[in-house]
């Protein structure tokens, strides 16, 4: 009971602290761009072939996470040779062309 009550606080905790950072993340330069320009850089940086890129823009912090999976177009260039990249690709084309 006391090891759950425990797991239970450090979740509230990190909860608490990845808050601070999209709070901290917003003091950033780059947080004054607004999602449209932040969309046309990701779009400009994509690659030409699925194995070009890594799909890291969504990892950089969570509003960049909403900006690049607001949209199917960023990950509509999938290569299905059988890659474990390819199922994710679809998933977030969320319909576009392919």
């Keep these: 009971e006391a090891e759950r009550l425990l797991d239970d606080q450090v979740k509230v905790f990190q909860r ?51 900006v690049a999976l607001g949209d199917g177009q960023l990950w509509s260039n999938v290569n299905l040779t059988g890659s474990p990249w390819s199922d994710l690709l679809l998933k977030r084309s969320n319909g576009c062309p392919i």
């Design 16 to 66: 608490d602290i990845a808050a601070l950072h999209r709070q901290r993340n917003q003091l950033q330069p780059v947080a004054r761009l607004s999602p449209e320009a932040l969309w046309d850089i990701f779009l400009r940086s994509k690659p030409e072939k699925e194995k070009e890129g890594d799909g890291r823009i969504p990892e950089v912090c969570y509003r960049w996470r909403q």
